[in-house]
């Protein structure tokens, strides 16, 4: 499964300076500290399945700091040697990618690297153009403890759930005290304003209780699973300032995808203490609620018949008690308390800010326009702009696999190893090897992904006689032979030699018994073996691949067996000739 892990990471001027007309992100990292990144990057080293490429997406403040954040990121690779293939992606690539877009094409530009919303439609768009199957988002205020994280994260996506599909899969965040709930402390104002305790009762009923997968109305933006199709049709809204994670979930029910949270799917969150004021911070929730709760108000499904109507009780009880009628009043009485507790502090300034938390409510944080039409425009000029993609997608490819400062791969990666210990300079292309002709650039990653590499030096067996092996065997480089064990004599018939491109073992994937031949390395040898249980998980998924695959291994299997059967015959028919003669000068 073609899967990339994707890591917004956010930096700042040195000491977090900020300036006019500077994004504005929650906890971006001065460039004269580490922030959390290092720490998030370390903890990949514990992940059992390392089989997938990740994407540092790194967003600037300002544009002036993107070199020496790049340089600061750069540098904390150097040291950590991480295991995966590893992109760095900045504005300044984007740039270019968008210079191959829309070079000679009116393209809607929807792509950039500035709000949380877009940083997330990059996290989907990259992958998209690197033939993703899966998009695993983390964030770089996160931990891995769970060793199995990635395998959990593909093991549902893109399968049937009682007749749906899974297009999504929502983990959630461990505090530092291993539990779920957000560390708050309930207070006074927030009386009208459940927040916390509705995200509670949302917690307890879909991660707290069975069965371990559960249609979710809310995800975390920093452990999210997102099948292709999904990444295909609907992107994040770029014109909702917060809560994008959970809008993404909402926005993909209007076009019936399916979200679904997984209570075994969990990750470490250890975010930077926040330093922005209670009214700064609900502010930001204001705005966010009014936004998302007018898509509710302005859906039309009369005029948009192939979409899915959404209703505030299909999220309940969380986001949905923020979708309903009386959130007006809820924000109104919340910030008369909160103004009141501020005045008997004392605090004037933040009594007044709070105070016109009501007025914005009311006057600027309702958007004048219509949000539902606004991001089904949106949503179409994503899909026009992915369409137009197929065209020149491997151009767009290398755009971005120019951003590689870590390279693992697979197969180039050992083989050369390999190949420089034993003096072997011969390249080898795959799509030469005539199990493989008819396969695409993309069923061979797949291929990759499912294989393994195999060194043997001269004379080692890969099997004997009589023993079981399971695998598919493909000769990369090196020669092989095949030999059967012949009664009364002390040494083995050589049944073939096998060269380059062919393959052997095949019939394990129809039987299960131990081998009649032994097969040896006739000269040091890299054999790809693909295990059985890969090659059936194929024929079961993937019909193109498998059909073509198993086209290829009857015929050849075919030729062997009529091959071996006149050789054997031959040979049998000398042995007896010489049985003969011997008796002959006997008598």
Not at 154 to 177: M, Q, S, W
Not at 213 to 220: C, D, N, R, S, V
Not at 226 to 234: E, G, K, Q, S
């Amino acid at each position: 499964m073609r899967t990339y892990m994707i890591i917004p990471t956010y930096w700042s001027g040195p000491d977090g300076k900020w300036e006019e007309g500077d994004a504005v992100y929650d906890h971006a990292t001065p460039l004269n500290e580490n922030g959390t990144l290092l720490r998030t990057l370390k903890s990949i080293e514990i992940l059992n399945d390392k089989h997938f490429t990740l994407i540092i997406l790194a967003a600037a403040t300002n544009k002036k700091y993107i070199d020496l954040m790049e340089q600061k990121i750069r540098k904390m690779l150097e040291r950590e040697h991480l295991a995966v293939d590893t992109l760095i992606f900045t504005e300044n690539n984007l740039n270019e990618l968008k210079q191959h877009l829309y070079e000679d094409f009116d393209l809607p530009d929807v792509l950039h690297l500035r709000g949380y919303s877009n940083v997330r439609n990059l996290c989907l768009f990259l992958p998209y153009i690197l033939d993703a199957e899966i998009a695993i988002l983390i964030d770089d205020d996160e931990v891995f403890e769970d060793p199995d994280f990635v395998g959990k994260a593909k093991e549902f996506i893109g399968k049937r759930f009682y007749g749906n599909t899974i297009d999504g899969v929502a983990g959630y965040y461990l505090n530092e005290d291993n539990n779920y709930y957000d560390k708050v402390h309930i207070v006074p104002w927030m009386t009208y304003w459940d927040r916390f305790g509705g995200k509670r009762e949302a917690f307890d009923r879909i991660i707290g209780s069975e069965p371990r997968l559960k249609k979710t109305p809310f995800a975390f933006g920093g452990a999210m699973v997102i099948h292709r199709n999904l990444m295909r049709i609907v992107p994040f809204d770029p014109n909702i300032t917060r809560g994008e994670d959970t809008d993404y979930v909402i926005n993909s029910r209007i076009f019936g995808f399916n979200f679904y949270l997984d209570n075994q799917l969990a990750i470490k969150h250890l975010p930077p203490p926040k330093d922005h004021p209670v009214w700064k911070r609900f502010r930001e929730d204001i705005y966010r609620f009014l936004y998302d709760k007018s898509k509710f108000d302005h859906q039309n499904i009369e005029q948009n018949i192939n979409l899915h109507e959404i209703k505030p009780e299909d999220f309940d009880p969380y986001p949905g008690q923020f979708m309903k009628p009386d959130l007006g009043d809820k924000i109104f009485k919340t910030n008369i308390i909160l103004a009141l507790n501020y005045l008997s502090d004392g605090d004037v300034d933040a009594c007044h800010e709070t105070i016109k938390n009501i007025y914005l409510a009311r006057y600027e944080a309702v958007p004048h326009y219509d949000t539902y039409t606004e991001y089904l425009n949106f949503q179409k000029s994503w899909r026009k702009l992915l369409e137009h993609t197929k065209d020149f997608g491997d151009t767009l490819k290398k755009c971005i696999l120019k951003c590689q400062v870590i390279k693992h791969d697979k197969y180039q990666n050992i083989r050369h190893k390999k190949f420089d210990e034993m003096g072997v300079t011969e390249d080898l292309d795959l799509q030469d090897v005539a199990l493989f002709k008819h396969f695409d650039k993309r069923q061979l990653r797949k291929l990759f992904y499912i294989s393994e590499l195999q060194n043997f030096a001269e004379n080692d067996f890969v099997y004997k006689a009589g023993e079981l092996d399971q695998n598919v065997y493909i000769v990369l480089q090196g020669l092989v032979e095949v030999m059967q064990d012949v009664k009364d004599s002390s040494e083995d018939l050589e049944i073939s030699v096998l060269e380059s491109g062919d393959h052997f073992n095949e019939s394990s994937i129809f039987f299960d018994h131990p081998h009649t031949v032994s097969v040896r390395a006739q000269t040091d040898v890299i054999l790809m073996a693909i295990p059985r249980e890969e090659v059936l998980k194929l024929i079961q998924k993937n019909n193109e691949m498998s059909s073509k695959m198993l086209w290829e291994l009857s015929k050849k299997l075919s030729e062997k067996l009529k091959s071996t059967t006149e050789k054997y015959t031959e040979t049998h028919n000398k042995t007896s000739d010489v049985s003969d003669h011997m008796e002959e000068l006997e008598d």
